[in-house]
C-alpha cells in the first residue's frame, strides 16, 4: 500500500548488501527490481505464532488445501485490502487509485473460515489529513468532523467485501504523489484535489491527533471493529511529534520497517532471516513484544519492491 514517502526521496538509500532497504516505499505498484530476481534459498519455518500474508494488489497464491504461499514457506494467512480512498472518494483526477484484490480477499477467507488457517480479510482506508480536509478551517472540531467522516465511508465500503479479520487499519503516511504529497497530514491545501499549497499548520499534530481519535472513536462505537494504525516510525513522528500526541499505547500497529527485496530473508517472528538486529520497528511507544503489534509489511514497495508484492508477517495468534 506504501508511496515514495518524504524519506525515501530525500536520500534513505537501499542497504544492497543482504538487499535491506530502511523506509517506504509503493505497496503493490509497479514492477519488481532487478536485485529482487536473484535465486532465492528455501523457505524457513515461520515462528509458532506468525504466518505470511499480503496486501494490496494481487499476489500469486498456490493451490491446495488450504492454499500456500507459493514464495514463502507456510498457508496463505491473510490479506488486507484499501477499503477506500480520500483522494478518490472526493473526485480526485489523480491519487485515486484503490489497492485492491478480491481474488487475494477471498483466498485468505477460504483459508480463514475452512480451514481455520490464518486470519482471513481485512482493510484499511487510506486516510487524508486535516490539510485535504475540504471544509478546513484550522479547528479541532473540523478536524473531528473530518475524522468521522472518512470513518463513515469506511464502513460504508466494508459493507461490499467479506472482512474477518477484527482490525480496521487507518493508513498513515506522505505518498509524495498528487494531488498532496503529503496527503494532508503537515500542509493545507486550496482544496482537496488542488495540490495547491496554501500554507502549514501551527498545531498539526493536534489537529491529526484530533482527527485520528474521531475515525477511531467512530469505527468503534458504531461497529465491532478494533482500531490499527499503518505507518512507520518517522513518518508517525513527522506528524504526531515525539510529545503526548505521539502516544497510542492501546492502539494495534502495523509497521513497514525494516524492509528487505529479498524473499529468502523472510521473516520468523519480528525479524528477518539471517540478519542479525534487522526486525519489525515500531512507533508510538510501541514495542515489539506488545500485545497491541499485529502486523509488519516487510517486503514489497518503492526500493524494495520484490518480483511479486507486499507481504506481510502477522501475528496469528495474537487477536484469536
Not at 44 to 49: F, I, L, S
Not at 153 to 170: G, R
Not at 237 to 247: A, P, Q, V
Request: with cysteine.
Amino acid at each position: 500500500m506504501k508511496r515514495l514517502t518524504r524519506r525515501m526521496s530525500t536520500g534513505l538509500a537501499v542497504l544492497l548488501a543482504g538487499g535491506i532497504a530502511v523506509g517506504a516505499g509503493i505497496a503493490g505498484i509497479g514492477g519488481a527490481s532487478a536485485a529482487t530476481t536473484a535465486s532465492q534459498a528455501a523457505p524457513a519455518a515461520n515462528q509458532a505464532g506468525f504466518i505470511y500474508g499480503s496486501d494490496s494488489q494481487s499476489v500469486p497464491i498456490g493451490s491446495g488445501k488450504p492454499l500456500p504461499m507459493t514464495h514463502l514457506s507456510g498457508s496463505y494467512g491473510g490479506y488486507m485490502g484499501m477499503a477506500g480512498n480520500w483522494a478518490r472518494q472526493e473526485g480526485c483526477s489523480t491519487g485515486n487509485f484503490l489497492a485492491y484484490s478480491p481474488q487475494n480477499g477471498a483466498q485468505a477467507n477460504a483459508n480463514y473460515l475452512d480451514y481455520h488457517v490464518g486470519v482471513g480479510e481485512g482493510v484499511y482506508w487510506y486516510m487524508g489529513g486535516p490539510g485535504v480536509d475540504p471544509h478546513y478551517n484550522g479547528k479541532t472540531s473540523e478536524a473531528e468532523s473530518w475524522g468521522t467522516t472518512q470513518a463513515e465511508w469506511t464502513l460504508a465500503a466494508m459493507k461490499k467485501v467479506h472482512v474477518t479479520y477484527p482490525v480496521v487499519w487507518a493508513d498513515i503516511e506522505f505518498p509524495e504523489i498528487a494531488p498532496a504529497h503529503d496527503n494532508g497530514w503537515t500542509d493545507v491545501y486550496t482544496s482537496p484535489c488542488s495540490g495547491v499549497v496554501k500554507g502549514s499548520f501551527s498545531t498539526s499534530s493536534d489537529l491529526a491527533r484530533d482527527e485520528f481519535n474521531a475515525f477511531a472513536d467512530y469505527i468503534t462505537s458504531h461497529s465491532s471493529y478494533k482500531v490499527g494504525v499503518y505507518t512507520d516510525a518517522p513518518t508517525w513522528t513527522d506528524i504526531m511529534g515525539t510529545g503526548t500526541n505521539s502516544l497510542i499505547p492501546n492502539t494495534y500497529e502495523w509497521t513497514y520497517e525494516t524492509e528487505t527485496a529479498n524473499l529468502s530473508q523472510m521473516p520468523s517472528g519480528w525479524c528477518l532471516t539471517g540478519l542479525k538486529g534487522h526486525c519489525g520497528v515500531w512507533f508510538g511507544g510501541q514495542v515489539s513484544g506488545s500485545k497491541y503489534a499485529l502486523m509488519w509489511q516487510w517486503s514489497g514497495g518503492g526500493g524494495v519492491r520484490n518480483a511479486y508484492g507486499d507481504y506481510d508477517e502477522i501475528d496469528a495468534a495474537r487477536m484469536k
